[in-house]
């Protein structure tokens, strides 16, 4: 079955200073994979996809991430974290059943 | 403005009072679909459809029915609603299920079961 996990409950960032979030996924053919964010008491926003191509994705507010075949990663990253980032971070992946699979969540706490 | 809306965004009510949790889209989406969210678990899905009259299980289908009767439309029935159905649900819709569509996510609705 294809899932994703997230290895960090919490991730705690300084503003200004880089941020991870990680993301390992367990796939079988070619992965498809997802990041979407969640803000208190809104709904989920998409940040960005991995579909082909380059191993580096570019997305919204700043974020990308990179595709690592080799070690089954698709961790996010932002070079200069913002106290307005800090939000639920959810790496996603298709589950090739006309859905999609989440993982646990990271809550990323960015302090000013 | 393109946007997925759900109502009621808070509900409270006892077990075995049936109902409904509607979720609408402006966007001429043929994919629609519910999950549930629970802490530590991310977002499970309930059902989705693919089109009109096109509906399937997801993961965690037990105790929930749904309908789509129009493509903008699809709401999610509690026949019989329990305690372990307290939850934060969320509908989303996209174009179709495809890798290459981001999917619209509504607000959320939080329902607690007494």
């Known amino acids: 079955a294809q899932s994703v996990a997230q290895p960090e409950d919490q991730v705690n960032v300084a503003e200004g200073n880089p941020l991870t979030v990680k993301c390992t996924y367990s796939v079988s053919g070619n992965p498809y994979l997802f990041w979407y964010v969640q803000y208190p008491n809104r709904g989920l926003q998409f940040l960005l996809k991995?579909?082909?191509?380059?191993?580096l994705v570019k997305g919204s507010y700043g974020f990308e991430a990179e595709f690592n075949k080799s070690q089954t990663s698709f961790h996010l990253k932002k070079p200069s974290a913002l106290v307005s980032d800090s939000a639920l971070y959810f790496c996603v992946t298709d589950t090739g059943r006309r859905a999609l699979t989440f993982g646990s969540g990271t809550r990323l706490q960015v302090q000013p | 403005e393109a946007q997925v809306t759900q109502n009621p965004r808070y509900l409270i009510t006892v077990t075995g009072k049936k109902l409904t949790v509607t979720c609408s889209q402006n966007?001429?989406?043929?994919?629609m679909s519910w999950y549930r969210q629970d802490p530590g678990l991310g977002l499970r899905q309930i059902y989705y459809s693919m089109n009109v009259e096109v509906t399937d299980k997801g993961d965690v289908p037990e105790g929930y029915k749904v309908s789509r009767k129009e493509k903008r439309n699809f709401p999610l029935i509690l026949e019989s609603p329990s305690p372990n159905q307290t939850s934060l649900y969320f509908c989303?819709?996209?174009?179709?299920?495809?890798?290459?569509?981001?999917?619209?996510f509504g607000p959320g609705t939080r329902l607690t079961v007494t």
């Open positions: 989303a819709s996209s174009l179709s299920f495809s890798k290459n569509y981001e999917q619209y």
């Open positions: 991995y579909i082909t191509g380059d191993n």
């Open positions: 966007m001429n989406h043929e994919y």
